[in-house]
């Protein structure tokens, strides 16, 4: 069975710091795809970033860096110079595609509130 | 705007009660998922329909149904409702995956329900 833990709840800091939110994933499968979704307090869920697992290679788009680590079973997530406009829940997800049933397995979420 | 659209947005209904949430997925999209998102369980998988036929079963309950119409268009069904059905229902869409091949679900906006 597959499973991502998000062990951090809540974390706070000042704008412009630097943080990082934790995602640690336990899977069966060889093949599997890890995910980031951002949820505002609007409500929506926005796509932050999809990892194959054969591509431990990490990422970096703007302010935000991905590190996964296949050997901890880990892809974490970390923003740099943070900003108000960054408050809000992240979620880390898993999927097993097998065929055409791929289904997002979440964690519980992290909400992060950048103070001014 | 993710492209998949989910009516109504809210819904306030009472114990009991029967309701009806829709979903059209993006253009193309023939894979719908429905979430459930409550403060006690997070985000959970409930149902997946693909291009009409019901692919994967989550933790839905059985006074939980669905169904994806030949438009492709999904409907999720929740009868006898009771107080702990209050929470936000996403529908997500993706294209279909080659075998082992990449899943990238794009979410609706959510239809928030209260259950009184």
């Known amino acids: 069975a597959q499973k991502v833990t998000q062990a951090q709840t809540e974390i706070s800091v000042v704008e412009k710091e630097d943080v990082t939110l934790d995602c640690v994933y336990e899977t069966r499968d060889t093949t599997y795809y890890l995910f980031w979704y951002k949820q505002p307090p609007s409500g929506e869920l926005v796509f932050l970033i999809r990892r194959n697992s054969f591509d431990e290679q990490n990422e970096i788009s703007g302010r935000y860096s991905w590190n996964f680590q296949k050997s901890t079973s880990s892809f974490n997530f970390t923003i740099t110079a943070s900003q108000v406009v960054d408050s809000a829940v992240y979620f880390c997800a898993l999927s097993e595609p097998t065929g055409a049933n791929s289904k997002l397995t979440f964690g519980k979420g992290i909400t992060l509130s950048v103070r001014p | 705007d993710s492209g998949v659209t989910q009516t109504p947005k809210h819904l306030i209904t009472a114990t009991g009660q029967r309701v009806t949430l829709r979903c059209s997925p993006r253009?193309?999209?023939?894979?719908v998922y429905w979430y459930q998102q409550s403060l006690d369980q997070g985000l959970q998988f409930l149902i997946q329909?693909?291009?009409?036929?019901?692919?994967a079963k989550g933790n839905i309950l059985e006074r939980f149904s669905a169904q994806q119409f030949p438009d492709l268009h999904s409907e999720l069904n929740l009868s006898s409702l009771e107080l702990g059905d209050s929470a936000l229902y996403f529908c997500?869409?993706?294209?279909?995956?080659?075998?082992?091949?990449?899943?990238?679900?794009?979410f609706g906006p959510g239809t928030r329900l209260t259950v009184l």
């Open positions: 329909y693909y291009n009409g036929e019901e692919r």
């Open positions: 253009s193309g999209d023939l894979s």
């Open positions: 997500a869409s993706s294209v279909v995956p080659d075998l082992g091949g990449d899943n990238e679900q794009f």
